[in-house]
């Protein structure tokens, strides 16, 4: 059993800056690869970024060059560091974790955070 919970989220105008945090209990955390999600108002819930037990990170195109995703696993903890925010980055943001590869598709996930809203104004 993995526990993850989610911080950081917030108001921000656009092209401004903030870091989401996902501290996870409950299993050797060095062990498992994390993932970031957001789910818009009326969208599917969207693959942001994920990174493997040894750092190997990938993330969708809409936020290279903006978003990165670290760990530390001494801390039990994952980041998000989320910079040149834009409107369409507003949504409810989900850790995610799992034992294998990094998926974009959510159903390979086992464990989830419960979300922190990030909203971004124009």
């Known amino acids: 059993q993995v526990q993850l919970v989610e911080s950081g989220g917030g108001l921000v105008q656009a092209g401004g800056s903030l870091r989401l945090s996902c501290g996870a209990s409950?299993?050797?955390?060095?062990?498992?690869?994390m993932a970031w999600f957001r789910q818009a108002p009326g969208k599917e819930r969207e693959f942001v970024a994920g990174?493997?037990?040894?750092?190997?990170?990938t993330s969708v195109d809409s936020v290279k060059g903006r978003f990165t995703i670290s760990r530390d696993n001494a801390k039990n903890t994952m980041y998000l560091q989320m910079n040149s925010l834009k409107p369409e980055d507003t949504a409810v943001y989900y850790c995610?974790?799992?034992?294998?590869?990094?998926?974009?598709?959510?159903?390979?996930?086992?464990?989830w955070g419960q979300g922190t809203q990030v909203t971004v104004s124009s």
């Open positions: 995610a974790a799992n034992r294998g590869l990094i998926w974009s598709d959510p159903t390979h996930y086992n464990y």
């Open positions: 409950g299993e050797t955390f060095s062990w498992i690869t």
């Open positions: 990174i493997t037990s040894n750092g190997g990170v």
